[in-house]
């Protein structure tokens, strides 16, 4: 059973936008925070910004600014707004849970959905 589904990544050059979406099963959104994880190419996965159920939310310092994370409750997705991109935004972006607004998943992770940026 598929319970993440991400997409809106591709290629695009540095200083343009990207929006991606992530759909999750009710069981996850409903009593969750729900965040964005990116992983590039040898580099381990990390939390780049969570929400929390009422709204918080919560940015990694390389992409405050730029980046905004939100969440449709009545629809479970959440979608992450990515700005005045970076070569070193490149990664496979993933959602999944962000216990206590920490890298801290508890979902086994989607196929995630690639973002290049590159001139």
């Known amino acids: 059973q598929v319970q993440l589904v991400e997409s809106g990544g591709g290629l695009v050059q540095p200083g343009e936008s990207l929006r991606l979406s992530c759909a999750a099963s009710?069981?996850?959104?409903?009593?969750?925070?729900m965040g964005w994880y990116r992983q590039a190419p040898g580099k381990q996965r990390v939390l780049v910004a969570c929400?929390?159920?009422?709204?918080?939310?919560k940015y990694a310092d390389s992409v405050k600014g730029r980046f905004t994370i939100s969440r449709d409750n009545a629809k479970n997705t959440v979608a992450l707004q990515m700005n005045a991109l970076k070569p070193e935004d490149t990664a496979a972006y993933y959602c999944?849970?962000?216990?206590?607004?920490?890298?801290?998943?508890?979902?086994?992770w989607g196929q995630g959905t690639q973002v290049t940026v590159s001139s």
């Open positions: 009710r069981s996850i959104f409903s009593f969750n925070n």
């Open positions: 999944n849970t962000c216990i206590d607004f920490g890298p801290n998943w508890n979902r086994d």
């Open positions: 929400i929390g159920i009422g709204g918080t939310t």
